[in-house]
């Protein structure tokens, strides 16, 4: 025997297959990195479900590298599975390790990782004069840059990517294939001699130099102009927040009303001037995914009132993109100053779909926007920027979009492929693939025919690199346009529909890996479809390990709702219909009563007494719009949830939700069968404020009521259950939601609350797609029982 043949006699071989994140992170090359190390063969390479690798060495080297797989791996892979199989060891004797070329193969994909803010390696070059990518708007490397929103198929290469139009040039072809590289296998890297290219436009001025582009862009910004800026997902609008007019400009342009406005500021230190900033959201205002954090804004924040209207927060993020660095900083040699702030929100219309494409920019924008800093790095998948609070230290999100979509849910069980196309209100959709459940970016509300159009275009998006759905699942409002387009195309394929609180709850269960345990699970929102076609919203759950069955144990009592939509839009109306319904008097002295005509009120007073053009109305979102209205916060809303944020906001300005309770004596009535009944509650606010005492301590005082209703029904219907679940849109009430949690806690409650989907409606789509799934196992059960009989 040679001695190169004994060697390899003593060798071992193995297969590994690494599911999860690990394609377009830099996988690939760390594997090269570590295997090199080690001094192990073999080969490395992505297929459309993994990454695939075969690696030869002594089993003590083996095991190291195993080991390091898990220890070592790149910041931003997310693996879920690593299987390992003993081959025959290669007797040739033969060295090296090498990346293999990519490979399509038919099972489930590959999970896509999220865009990912630029990285502090990449900054620094990007800053340094004497680096040949210097002020180069597309710098990227392995660690960041975009990936969903250029990837247009699977595996994860360069040919499948927008990039593809883009041949390396050379310097940048060697630094791709040195494995020692940072840019070794990075499928979006370029130079300014390779990669895309930027300019600035503005009526008949076309600048094409990328210095010159940023510098006319800076002076646009200074006299009040609005630029659109394309990036990573789509293009943005953007002004100077400080100043008034073009603030007010904007919101014209985009039909916003009173919505804020996000802004983007040039770093953590600019974004302290502007709002009170906890070391948790410091870390999450700095972490890849680069979200909007929603944060308490200063009083002296250098910020134009119009930004967000009479409300205490603001909106913050910080750059994610190079374009973002650059426009924020100086540009050499130009006397432009820089801002270190700028209103920076979707290039849109509200209510349509983002901007994104050359077509829909020479059709949408000059309407919008007075000039337009551009590129030309196609974006194959739009995606809006995420939006997110703190809860209890922890991130609650509110929009789960760019930097985390489509991170998968693993449901923990194999089953059908299914299409959950989730709500009607901050839509996303669900696509579970076998095993994982991949949400999609955030689509919209679907009130018009484009975004129609954008929600059916992005679910052809996905499922091109996704297996084909074998059943839908849909709301059971039988008026979402979602669920219409689901009975339209499911086809002879199964169509699942699921209660909208049922979703709530079963998506706060999936996202916490525990599904099939029993939960009580508290659904508060706005509007959701009952079974018993009543208007739902105030809603206590009892899930037991069938996950995908729900009994009601309690709701909010039921008042009408007259007038549907001009109910939500007025608070007053709601206000109206509790204090009504609380056989309380319209007396002109409350606020709600002063906010309607003498003709509303005989109108809404006859409505109430017939019953005529009312349903009863369960929502916990509309006792809160009451509220609002009778403490005189808001009677009129430009925007979903407007007056509860309010009613959130004046809360934290009075008494602590400890001692409200007793200083101001309101309470919820729980009654025996579980419904909650807010009138002796109602009866005492209005009997406080004929005394004088604050709309502050009041409002903090119905919170307070609120979690202790809350508890008082959990503990009444839990029986042995000890998990418990907050869910649905009022719980994106930092207030609520902190106080609900303390208090089941400390009944004995294990706390289930939202961290990776929002609790809102933009979560739906995973508990349908997680109901939809437990249901098909089930069915399949008792095919194979019935068969066996």
Same mark, same amino acid.
């Given at each position: 025997?040679?001695?190169?043949?004994?060697? #390899?006699?003593?060798?071992?071989?193995?297969?590994?297959?690494?599911?999860?994140?690990?394609?377009?992170?830099?996988?690939?090359?760390?594997?090269?990195? &570590?295997?090199?190390?080690?001094?192990?063969? %073999?080969?490395?390479?992505?297929?459309?479900?993994?990454?695939?690798?075969?690696i030869q060495g002594n089993p003590d080297q083996l095991d190291e590298f195993l080991r390091r797989l898990h220890t070592d791996a790149p910041p931003l892979a997310v693996i879920t599975g690593v299987t390992s199989t003993?081959?025959?060891?290669?007797r040739s004797g033969a060295n090296g390790f090498d990346i293999t070329e990519s490979r399509t193969i038919s099972a489930a994909a590959t999970a896509i990782p999220p865009d990912i803010a630029v990285c502090d390696d990449?900054?620094?070059?990007?800053?340094?004069?004497?680096?040949?990518?210097?002020?180069?708007?597309?710098?990227?490397?392995?660690?960041?840059?975009?990936?969903?929103?250029? &990837?247009?198929?699977?595996?994860? $290469?360069?040919?499948?990517?927008?990039?593809?139009?883009?041949?390396?040039?050379?310097?940048?072809?060697?630094?791709?294939? #040195?494995?020692?590289?940072?840019?070794?296998?990075?499928?979006?890297?370029?130079?300014?001699?390779?990669?895309?290219?930027?300019?600035?436009?503005?009526?008949?001025?076309?600048?094409?130099?990328?210095?010159?582009?940023?510098? /006319?862009?800076?002076?646009?910004?200074?006299?009040?102009?609005?630029?659109?800026?394309?990036?990573?997902?789509?293009?943005?609008?953007?002004?100077?927040?400080?100043?008034?007019?073009?603030?007010?400009?904007?919101?014209?342009?985009?039909?916003?009303?009173?919505?804020?406005?996000?802004?983007?500021?040039?770093?953590?230190?600019?974004?302290?001037?502007?709002?009170?900033?906890?070391?948790?959201?410091?870390?999450?205002?700095?972490?890849?995914?680069?979200?909007?954090?929603?944060?308490?804004?200063?009083?002296?924040?250098?910020?134009?009132?119009?930004?967000?209207?009479?409300?205490?927060?603001? %909106?913050?993020m910080l750059p994610y993109s190079p374009i973002h660095h650059l426009l924020l900083n100086p540009v050499p040699g130009s006397a432009s100053e820089p801002p270190e702030a700028l209103v920076f929100t979707s290039a849109?219309?509200?209510?349509?779909?983002?901007?994104?494409?050359?077509?829909?920019?020479?059709?949408?924008?000059?309407?919008?926007?007075?000039?337009?800093?551009?590129?030309?790095?196609?974006?194959?998948?739009?995606? $809006?920027?995420?939006?997110?609070? &703190?809860?209890?230290?922890?991130?609650?999100?509110?929009?789960?979009?760019?930097?985390?979509?489509?991170?998968?849910? $693993?449901?923990?069980?194999?089953?059908?492929?299914?299409?959950?196309?989730?709500?009607?209100?901050?839509?996303?959709?669900?696509?579970?693939?076998?095993?994982? /459940?991949?949400?999609?970016?955030?689509?919209?509300?679907?009130?018009?025919?484009?975004?129609?159009?954008?929600?059916?275009?992005?679910?052809?998006?996905?499922?091109?690199?996704?297996?084909?759905?074998?059943?839908?699942?849909?709301?059971?409002?039988?008026?979402?346009?979602?669920?219409?387009?689901?009975?339209?195309?499911?086809?002879?394929?199964?169509?699942?529909?699921?209660?909208?609180?049922?979703?709530?709850?079963?998506?706060?269960?999936?996202?916490?890996?525990?599904?099939?345990?029993?939960?009580?699970?508290?659904?508060?929102?706005?509007?959701?479809?009952?079974?018993?076609?009543?208007?739902?919203?105030?809603?206590?759950?009892?899930?037991?390990?069938?996950?995908?069955?729900?009994?009601?144990?309690?709701?909010?009592?039921?008042?009408?709702?007259?007038? %549907?939509? #001009?109910?939500?839009?007025?608070?007053?109306?709601?206000?109206?219909?509790?204090?009504?319904?609380?056989? &309380?008097?319209?007396?002109?002295?409350?606020?709600?009563?002063?906010?309607?005509?003498?003709?509303?009120?005989?109108?809404?007073?006859?409505?109430?007494?017939?019953?005529?053009?009312?349903?009863?109305?369960?929502?916990?979102?509309?006792?809160?719009?009451?509220?609002?209205?009778?403490?005189?916060?808001?009677?009129?809303?430009?925007?979903?949830?407007?007056?509860?944020?309010?009613?959130?906001?004046?809360?934290?300005? %009075?008494?602590?939700?400890?001692?409200?309770?007793?200083?101001?004596?309101?309470?919820?009535?729980?009654?025996?069968?579980?419904?909650?009944?807010?009138?002796?509650?109602?009866?005492?606010?209005?009997?406080?404020?004929?005394?004088?005492?604050?709309?502050?301590?009041?409002?903090?005082?119905?919170?307070?009521?609120?979690?202790?209703?809350?508890?008082?029904?959990?503990?009444?219907? /839990?029986?042995?259950?000890?998990?418990?679940?907050?869910?649905?849109?009022?719980?994106?009430?930092?207030?609520?939601?902190?106080?609900?949690?303390?208090?089941?806690?400390?009944?004995?409650?294990?706390?289930?609350?939202?961290?990776?989907?929002?609790?809102?409606?933009?979560?739906?789509?995973?508990?349908? /797609?997680?109901?939809?799934?437990?249901?098909?196992?089930?069915?399949?059960?008792?095919?194979?029982?019935?068969?066996?009989?």
């Amino acid at each position: 025997m040679t001695a190169v043949n004994a060697l #390899a006699a003593g060798q071992t071989r193995r297969r590994v297959t690494v599911t999860g994140v690990v394609q377009g992170v830099g996988f690939r090359p760390f594997v090269h990195r &570590i295997a090199t190390q080690l001094g192990l063969s %073999g080969f490395v390479g992505n297929d459309s479900a993994a990454v695939f690798i075969e690696i030869q060495g002594n089993p003590d080297q083996l095991d190291e590298f195993l080991r390091r797989l898990h220890t070592d791996a790149p910041p931003l892979a997310v693996i879920t599975g690593v299987t390992s199989t003993e081959l025959p060891a290669d007797r040739s004797g033969a060295n090296g390790f090498d990346i293999t070329e990519s490979r399509t193969i038919s099972a489930a994909a590959t999970a896509i990782p999220p865009d990912i803010a630029v990285c502090d390696d990449c900054l620094t070059e990007l800053f340094d004069p004497a680096d040949r990518r210097y002020r180069h708007p597309f710098i990227t490397c392995t660690n960041c840059g975009p990936r969903f929103t250029i &990837i247009t198929s699977l595996p994860y $290469d360069r040919p499948a990517t927008t990039m593809s139009r883009f041949p390396m040039c050379r310097r940048c072809a060697q630094e791709y294939h #040195a494995p020692r590289d940072r840019r070794f296998h990075a499928q979006p890297i370029a130079c300014p001699h390779c990669g895309p290219t930027l300019w600035f436009h503005a009526g008949t001025h076309h600048t094409t130099s990328t210095d010159a582009a940023f510098a /006319a862009t800076q002076r646009a910004l200074a006299q009040g102009s609005i630029v659109a800026v394309k990036g990573l997902g789509g293009y943005h609008l953007a002004c100077a927040a400080g100043d008034d007019a073009p603030v007010v400009s904007l919101r014209r342009r985009k039909a916003r009303g009173g919505k804020p406005f996000a802004v983007l500021v040039r770093d953590l230190q600019v974004a302290r001037r502007y709002a009170d900033i906890t070391d948790a959201e410091a870390a999450l205002l700095t972490c890849p995914a680069r979200p909007i954090v929603l944060l308490p804004r200063r009083a002296d924040a250098p910020a134009s009132p119009h930004v967000a209207p009479a409300n205490p927060w603001i %909106g913050l993020m910080l750059p994610y993109s190079p374009i973002h660095h650059l426009l924020l900083n100086p540009v050499p040699g130009s006397a432009s100053e820089p801002p270190e702030a700028l209103v920076f929100t979707s290039a849109n219309r509200s209510g349509e779909p983002l901007c994104y494409t050359n077509e829909d920019a020479a059709r949408r924008l000059p309407a919008l926007a007075d000039a337009v800093l551009d590129h030309n790095r196609p974006i194959h998948v739009p995606c $809006d920027d995420s939006v997110v609070r &703190i809860l209890d230290g922890r991130q609650l999100p509110i929009r789960r979009s760019r930097g985390y979509a489509p991170l998968p849910v $693993d449901l923990g069980r194999d089953g059908p492929t299914v299409l959950a196309v989730g709500g009607e209100l901050k839509n996303t959709f669900c696509l579970f693939d076998g095993r994982r /459940a991949f949400m999609s970016a955030h689509v919209g509300d679907m009130g018009s025919a484009a975004t129609l159009e954008a929600f059916g275009q992005a679910v052809n998006q996905l499922c091109e690199i996704r297996p084909t759905p074998q059943r839908l699942a849909a709301d059971l409002h039988p008026g979402y346009v979602t669920r219409t387009w689901a009975e339209r195309h499911a086809g002879p394929r199964p169509l699942d529909l699921v209660q909208h609180h049922h979703a709530h709850v079963v998506s706060l269960l999936a996202e916490h890996g525990r599904l099939g345990e029993p939960i009580i699970g508290v659904a508060f929102d706005g509007t959701g479809y009952g079974c018993d076609a009543a208007v739902w919203g105030g809603e206590i759950l009892r899930l037991g390990t069938a996950s995908h069955r729900f009994t009601r144990v309690g709701h909010l009592a039921a008042v009408p709702m007259a007038g %549907g939509d #001009a109910a939500v839009r007025n608070p007053w109306r709601m206000a109206l219909a509790h204090l009504w319904t609380a056989g &309380i008097t319209w007396d002109t002295d409350l606020a709600p009563v002063r906010a309607a005509s003498n003709q509303e009120l005989r109108l809404l007073r006859s409505q109430f007494d017939t019953g005529r053009g009312c349903v009863p109305c369960t929502s916990m979102g509309r006792l809160f719009d009451a509220v609002a209205s009778i403490l005189n916060v808001r009677h009129g809303v430009d925007y979903e949830g407007q007056a509860a944020i309010e009613l959130e906001a004046l809360a934290a300005c %009075g008494l602590t939700a400890r001692d409200s309770l007793s200083a101001t004596g309101l309470r919820i009535a729980v009654n025996p069968d579980g419904t909650l009944d807010p009138a002796p509650m109602l009866a005492a606010i209005v009997a406080a404020l004929r005394e004088g005492i604050s709309p502050a301590d009041l409002a903090a005082g119905f919170h307070r009521a609120v979690a202790t209703a809350v508890t008082d029904v959990v503990c009444q219907a /839990a029986g042995p259950i000890r998990l418990a679940g907050l869910t649905g849109g009022v719980f994106q009430n930092v207030l609520l939601a902190a106080e609900c949690r303390r208090q089941l806690h400390d009944a004995g409650f294990t706390v289930l609350t939202h961290h990776t989907v929002p609790p809102n409606d933009g979560g739906l789509a995973l508990g349908q /797609a997680a109901v939809a799934l437990l249901t098909a196992l089930e069915e399949r059960r008792t095919a194979d029982k019935e068969r066996k009989e």
